[in-house]
């Protein structure tokens, strides 16, 4: 017997093509649950408040920056959802005086318009948000060189490269609702994938890459970005690949709420703790990274119980 179809959009692969089971068993979990679930090499973190929460974040960013010498670059990979964190980031780098021209920073992702990425005008532009929101707010001589400063492009082959000779000190990134890292969404329902997803083996081969994104995902960034105009955000996007992210020595995503919501979050959490790897939900494969961590606001996990407002 095949696998389900999606409820979400029948032409693509999504967490609701999942086993009913392993989808109720987490529906079930609580936030004492969800701490239990940490394991070697994937650890669960609650904050209290969004204050500690965004300072923590932003000072994941610090403690790889401070270990960068000329003989050892040292960077971190950061996203564009959250962005409260970059302002702390900017500075904490200020009042530290911390010189930044041996480290590095990689933007995740950007849109893909027409095969081309979108310039820094457009008004979605990730790396426009990253420049405004962190490095444009650094002191003049503590800036980090621009040559250091990588963003995705449509063609990804200077980016990748960029990863060579760098050491990746942490990945940064939210949670999407399709449950994806960065732009790394499910696939399409078709061709070699019409009965079944890719395998987690050939999903984490994928390098930096132009992808289709899920229409899930384009929904949930017209009502976070857009006010809700969907036909106004792009439906393609470059996005760092399974391969870059191999190269982080740890994974850090941070959900505070706003991205996914309490079931998404149950849902990866016990995959991952699980080691259940399954390509229709990418955030799953992160199972086999051997240093992962799941930050949460905890006002925000909330309850899966049903209930009318």
């Known amino acids: 017997m095949g696998r389900k179809i999606s409820i979400l959009a029948p032409q693509w692969w999504d967490y609701t093509t999942l086993d009913d089971t392993i989808l ?7 936030a004492d649950d969800m701490a239990g679930l940490s394991r070697e ?19 994941e960013y610090v403690t790889a920056w401070r270990q960068a010498t000329a003989d050892n ?12 964190q970059l ?24 849109w893909c318009i ?20 962190c490095f444009d707010r650094i002191d003049r001589q503590l800036k980090m060189p621009t040559s250091n400063i990588h963003f995705p492009k449509a063609d990804t082959s200077e980016y990748i490269k960029s990863w060579d000779g760098v050491r990746c000190a942490v990945m940064q990134g939210g949670q999407g609702d399709i449950k994806h890292w960065a732009f790394n969404d499910p696939v ?28 899930v995902t384009v929904m949930q960034n017209a009502r976070t970005s857009g006010g809700g105009v969907v036909t106004g ?15 982080a020595e740890k994974v850090s995503i941070w959900q505070a709420g706003t991205h996914d919501n309490p079931f998404g979050m149950r849902l990866t959490t016990l995959m991952i703790s699980k080691r259940i790897s399954d390509s229709s939900v990418p955030m799953s494969l992160l199972a086999a990274h051997p240093n992962v961590q799941f930050n949460f ?13």
Request: net charge negative; glycine share 8%.
């Open 297 to 309: 606001y905890k006002p925000a996990i909330g309850t899966c119980e049903a209930e009318m407002h």
């Open 73 to 84: 670059p040292v960077g971190i990979c950061g996203p564009i959802g959250p962005t409260e």
């Open 188 to 215: 399409k329902r078709q061709g070699k994938y019409a009965d079944e997803p890719p395998t987690p083996q050939e999903y984490c081969r994928l390098a930096t890459r132009v992808v289709d994104l899920h229409p």
């Open 233 to 247: 955000v792009p439906t393609q996007a470059i996005t760092v690949g399974p391969a870059e992210t191999w190269k």
């Open 41 to 59: 090499g994937f650890e669960v973190v609650f904050y209290d408040t969004l204050e500690d929460f965004y300072l923590a974040e932003a000072l």
């Open 114 to 133: 027409d095969g081309k990425e979108v310039p820094p005008s457009h008004p979605l532009s990730f790396a426009k948000a990253d420049m405004e929101l």
């Open 24 to 30: 109720n068993d987490a529906a079930k979990l609580t």
């Open 87 to 110: 302002p702390l980031v900017a500075r904490i780098v200020n009042e530290l005086g911390l010189d930044l021209k041996n480290a590095h920073f990689w933007g995740m992702d950007e």
